[in-house]
């Protein structure tokens, strides 16, 4: 880690297993960058946070990872992954909400992983990567997804589904949404967290590539959201990332130093699970 740059000293979190706020995600940075105050109870005080959403997305990522994994989709298949996770998340789904829904969406994960498959034949590509951890250093090399005393993990991440044309030097890399909305194409170009992980790959396996190819999968709305990414522009992207993820850095250390964590006005105010003790929402409605 470079000398140059401030990490919060403090003893490892003992529910997280983790220095502080190190090392970063996705949805860390997002967390942090919607709401401090919120940051502060879910990573620092470590309260798990639980919602519906969180349920039915847990568990949408792991049926559609184990028909992956199982290269031979059904929708019975997808019933008997259902049924061996599901007690993991049965607390968290008392109204069985989550359940219900995940079953609707059984045909559709059929449907794309047959897609996939057929298309990683077409192109000859003899491997795919699925619910793969990586982790990176502020110097942008690899590092262990599990952080260790010497903090070498900067950014930490797990990559739904992604693979490489070694003949047309191009990257596929797909992330799950149970959002009630799909996202524009433009947004899909602009997504930092995509670009980031052409970025990790990339270098991770000293890949050559002219053209990354990166889509948000909705699983809620039956339809992939595709766009394409060059060398330059996730350059680019990756640059403002670890610009935003230092700039909050910066934020979390004066936080921890004047024990002061504002909550941000927003839309999400109404269903987060902190609204209750946060002042500010409270001062609001």
């Not at 968290?92 to 359940?99: F, K, N, S, T, V």
């Not at 709305?221 to 610009?243: D, H, L």
Request: glycine content about 4%; overall charge positive; charged content about 20%.
């Amino acid at each position: 880690m470079a000398t140059n740059t401030h990490v919060i000293s403090g003893d490892f979190d003992m529910l997280l297993g983790e220095a502080k706020y190190l090392p970063w995600s996705s949805s860390r940075a997002d967390t942090a960058n919607a709401c401090l105050y919120k940051f502060k109870k879910v990573y620092l005080e470590g309260i798990k946070e639980s919602s519906p959403a969180l349920t039915l997305g847990g568990l949408a990522h792991e049926i559609i990872a184990e028909l992956l994994k199982d290269k031979n989709p059904s929708v019975s298949k997808a019933e008997l992954f259902l049924g061996n996770v599901y007690p993991l998340y049965k607390v968290a789904d008392p109204q069985g909400a989550a359940l219900a829904e995940v079953k609707t969406m059984f045909p559709y994960m059929v449907s794309f992983v047959d897609k996939w498959l057929t298309f990683c034949s077409n192109r000859n590509i003899k491997k795919f990567r699925v619910e793969h951890p990586y982790g990176w250093t502020r110097e942008l090399t690899r590092a262990s997804y599990n952080p260790s005393p010497i903090r070498e993990t900067y950014f930490r991440g797990i990559i739904d589904l992604w693979a490489y044309d070694p003949v047309a030097k191009e990257i596929f890399i797909i992330d799950h949404k149970t959002n009630k909305s799909a996202a524009s194409k433009n947004k899909v170009k602009e997504s930092k967290q995509l670009n980031l992980y052409v970025s990790m790959i990339s270098k991770i396996y000293n890949l050559e590539w002219t053209r990354a190819y990166i889509g948000l999968n909705f699983l809620r709305k039956n339809r992939i959201v595709w766009n394409s990414v060059t060398p330059v522009e996730t350059a680019y992207f990756t640059q403002i990332y670890m610009n935003t993820l230092a700039y909050l850095e910066t934020r979390l250390y004066e936080c921890d130093n004047s024990t002061i964590w504002p909550a941000n006005k927003s839309f999400q105010c109404s269903w987060c699970p902190f609204k209750d003790t946060c002042k500010t929402y409270l001062n609001e409605v």
